[in-house]
């Protein structure tokens, strides 16, 4: 009798937990907040603005600037899956300042992405991940005087992080993500690292 109820009592367990893997797999929306750690030319920046103020040129920048992103993903199963969405990568603010008065520059890079991610669990709610694939990214070089500069690159991407389920619905994520070599010859090389938090739902 004891054995039978024993029997039972497991068979319910892994039943249930069956059902709460089932629920982990499929679709699911993920957004993030973060902090965006742009890097540029510095070298073709200042080029540009000893060009419209004059040599001796002093410069300040702010390349850290808040990021975002709106995911749709599909877990296949407990190990990987595929996403893809919007992000915005970064924001850049060159200011020069010369014998000639001040000039300023704006870059800006945003678009879209998909690509493959792959799971390594940790335990029942807490996993690594590592998130890649490709990006479109659109590049916009905005200078307080003179023309605007834009351009759309296809590159990689990749990130790693740790995902927790709070629920068979609800789950949390903080991840690093690296984004490189957008941009074009007037530009320059423009890359960024993010560190964000986000909160995904389980459809």
Do not use: C, H
Not at 153 to 172: A, E, I, K, N, R
């Amino acid at each position: 009798m004891i054995a039978r109820i024993v029997l039972m009592t497991a068979a319910l367990l892994a039943a249930g937990s069956a059902v709460a893997q089932d629920k982990k797999i499929g679709l699911y929306a993920y957004g993030s907040v973060g902090v965006s750690m742009g890097k540029y030319d510095s070298a073709a920046a200042q080029a540009r603005g000893e060009a419209a103020v004059g040599p001796g040129t002093t410069f300040t920048e702010d390349t850290d600037r808040y990021s975002g992103k709106a995911l749709i993903g599909y877990r296949f199963n407990k190990y990987f899956g595929i996403e893809g969405g919007y992000v915005d990568v970064a924001k850049i603010r060159v200011d020069s300042s010369g014998p000639g008065g001040t000039f300023g520059a704006t870059y800006k890079l945003r678009g879209g992405q998909v690509g493959g991610i792959a799971w390594l669990p940790m335990s029942d709610e807490l996993g690594l991940f590592l998130r890649a694939g490709a990006a479109i990214i659109r590049s916009t070089y905005k200078p307080t005087a003179g023309v605007d500069d834009r351009s759309t690159d296809v590159q990689t991407y990749f990130g790693v992080g740790l995902q927790y389920d709070f629920s068979t619905d609800f789950f949390g994520r903080a991840e690093y993500e690296r984004y490189s070599k957008f941009g074009n010859a007037s530009t320059g090389d423009i890359s960024a690292n993010i560190y964000s938090l986000g909160l995904g739902y389980k459809f």
